[in-house]
């Protein structure tokens, strides 16, 4: 069992950056691939980024490409999402997400454990 709880969503001027955290109880955390996903209202939950248990490889989605960079601390079961030259599209709440196989990180339906979210605006 893994619990996961978001932290560090807020309002944020578009240009702006976060840093949003996740934080993650039980022993398997270092298993498995981690994942960032983002669900706009009136939109379908869609994909972000992910990192592998390790840390070694990385997936991002296209929207967020370069802007975005994920990131893990096995030593603190915790999982980061940085965000640069946000933009008002980027509005969302943000879930991290634990439990996928590694060849399927971008699926949020593989996904088996969910973090509770964390929302971020920003502003025009």
């Known amino acids: 069992q893994v619990q996961l709880v978001e932290s560090g969503g807020r309002l944020v001027q578009a240009g702006g950056s976060l840093r949003l955290s996740c934080a993650a109880s039980?022993?398997?955390?270092?298993?498995?691939?981690m994942g960032w996903f983002r669900q706009a209202p009136g939109k379908e939950r869609e994909f972000v980024a992910a990192i592998s248990w390790s840390g070694g490889s990385t997936y991002y989605a296209g929207s967020v490409k370069g802007r975005v960079t994920i990131s893990r601390d096995n030593t603190k079961n915790t999982v980061y999402l940085q965000m640069n030259s946000l933009k008002p599209e980027d509005t969302a709440i943000y879930y991290c997400?634990?439990?996928?196989?590694?060849?399927?990180?971008?699926?949020?339906?593989?996904?088996?454990?969910w973090g509770q979210g964390t929302q971020v605006t920003v502003s025009s």
């Open positions: 039980g022993r398997f955390f270092r298993n498995y691939p």
């Open positions: 997400a634990s439990g996928a196989p590694s060849w399927r990180v971008a699926v949020p339906d593989e996904y088996q454990y």
